[in-house]
Every structure is written in structure tokens, then in C-alpha cells.
């Protein structure tokens, strides 16, 4: 529901954070978690823009860069700053994404930008398993009521429901059997 008050738009949607119990230590899935989602190249990114590469450039770079259609554009380790209140949880949250996927959505409508990369959690639980947490995409880029938009969307929970698959974690539901 899109609510407007003079040029203020109120688009009330419904998110669902789903976590993964992952059942593997923390530090163990947090390596693969990385490994699987490795950092963007900044240095070939940065020659490409100083180039201004054609698409067809980038996308092959993009692919090269994200062996499982992801990589991180930003990680904050929460554990060292809260660790100075003294809390003892250990907790990675991340920007990952996929700017070629991403400009599927920003030609349309670039406000999509305030989900994509998509913000994703690796934290540990009681017992030190990790844990992954992420809002499911579908739900956020649906709010943008464009079909083109919502499809990506759909594309995204499917490429987030191979990744936990890769990682051998469990896959939500909610991920394969999002229309």
C-alpha cells in the first residue's frame, strides 16, 4: 500500500528476516561464507570506470568476481565494537550483492538501491553455531510494484537458496517457492 501526503510517499510492505541455523561453528562458516562471497575487485571495477568499459566488459568482470552470482561491497565486524560494552557475540554483517543484477531493477527504478546489495548477517548462536540471517528479497523489490522488478526479486531468492545450498546449509522454503 502506497500512501502520499503531499511529495511524501509511505509504501507500507511486509518484510520476512528468515535464519538459517547453520549447525557449523561460527568461524567455520564465516571462512566459506567469504570464500563463497568474495569481496568486489575495487582495482578492476575502478579500471573500468576509468576506462568506461562497455556493459558486455563489466558483466564478464562481474562473473569472473562472483563465482556464486554475490560479492561483498562492504563487511562491519560487530563483534569488535560492541565487544567494547563488554557483550561476547560474535556477529559479521555484510553488503553483498551483484551491481550487474542490481541495474536490472535501477533501470527501472533507482530508488531500488536502498536493498540492493542485499544486507545479510553471519552470527553465533548459544551453543556457537552460526547463524545467517537476511531479509528475503522478493518481499523488499515486490514493494516497487514494477513486475520487472518483482522478478528479479524472485531471481535473487533463488540465487541466495543456491548459496546456503552451496554453503550445506539449510535453504528456506520461502526462497524456492517465492512467485
Do not use: C
Not at 108 to 127: F, I, K, S, W
Amino acid at each position: 500500500m502506497t500512501i502520499q501526503q503531499d511529495r511524501v510517499f509511505d509504501v507500507v510492505y511486509e518484510a520476512h528476516r528468515l535464519t538459517v541455523d547453520t549447525g557449523v561453528p561460527f568461524d567455520e562458516f564465516r571462512q566459506r561464507y567469504e570464500e563463497a562471497v568474495p569481496a568486489l575487485d575495487r582495482v578492476v571495477f575502478d579500471r573500468l570506470i576509468q576506462e568506461s568499459a562497455d556493459w558486455a566488459t563489466v558483466l564478464g568482470a562481474a562473473d569472473r568476481n562472483a563465482p556464486h552470482g554475490f560479492v561483498i561491497f562492504w563487511s562491519l565486524d560487530n563483534s569488535e565494537i560492541m565487544g567494547l560494552s563488554g557483550d561476547t557475540w560474535r556477529s559479521v554483517q555484510y553488503l553483498m550483492g551483484n551491481h550487474t543484477i542490481a541495474q536490472r531493477m535501477f533501470h527501472h527504478d533507482p530508488a531500488v538501491m536502498e536493498y540492493a546489495p542485499l544486507r545479510t548477517t553471519v552470527y553465533e548462536d548459544q551453543a556457537g553455531a552460526a547463524r545467517f540471517a537476511i531479509d528475503q528479497p522478493s518481499r523488499q523489490f515486490a514493494a516497487f510494484g514494477n513486475p520487472a522488478i518483482t522478478e528479479v526479486g524472485i531471481e535473487l531468492d533463488r540465487k541466495v537458496a543456491a548459496l546456503l545450498d552451496f554453503l550445506g546449509a539449510p535453504v528456506p522454503a520461502q526462497l524456492v517457492e517465492s512467485e
